[in-house]
């Protein structure tokens, strides 16, 4: 069997992430490099003399100029936490390096802390994944295929009327010699002109060659200046057609990925998060060995948010 050279490369060990990030004097110098890499300046006045002390477990900044503090944590993703940061690392460790995502249970037992702990730390860092993918649209030629999420849940009703189906957009875009660079996969309300126009405008590049099986909403990426090149489907499924292999190929790694990983979530609720969490993953499926600080950087980079915003529902188990 060939190797596949994605599959088959070296991801990093727990040993060697434990030497690196071990400890928790190891991450706040790690985080404190991220923040700061040419040392502390006060985020208030700029001034760069400064001295550190602990308010309970956590350093904090204190400008010698204007008195500020600032906490090492304050602005990014982990203010607020009362976790330790080895924890936190060790999540974004465990979610970079899992090829098919990780539910939140899984991170309950790795992790050793509560179900709602662990919910929410994979929600948070699912949230920075997002707000990491949103910095993207997809440029060049695009295959683009209209999909759903659930709608098998049991208890459930099957089918279009289903109450916990979620309409998405699959996009993937393609290099010149056809091989495929970024996934983009969106929650749309239905698949309208108008909502398949404003998705165009945001997730595309204008001039795009927009690539669909036909179906007539797809004509609206016109309005976002990319041109709609439609396939005669003639009776074939989009599995059958050698024209959609990777936006097949996507879906059924997602597919996957959600059945082996995950316990039903509220896709209405959460569907976005798990989509871009996947497609956060999948597009930079050939650094895994850097993955976890990149995901890490994205972390420091993001805004904290009130946890009711995370918390957009009741914990599903
Ligand atoms: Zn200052």
Redesign the pocket.
Known sequence: MAMNRIQFQQGLSMPEFLKDYGTEAQCEQALEAIRWPNGFH?P??G?EAHYVFRDGTRKVFQ?N??R?QASLIAGTVFQGTKLPLTIWFLAIYLISQAKTGLSALALKRQLGVSYPTAWLIHQELMQVMTEREERYVLEGNVQVDDAYLGGERSGGKVGRGSENKVAFVAAVSLSDDGRPLRARLTPVPGFTLKAVAAWAKAHLAPKCAVFSDGLACFGAVTEAGCSHHPTVMAGRKPKEVPEFQWINTILGNLKTSLSGCYHAFDFRKYAARYLAAFCYRFNRRFDLRVLHKRLLVAAVGCAPRPQRSIRLADVHC
């Open positions: 006060c208030r006045c001034h400008c100029a204007c500020h």
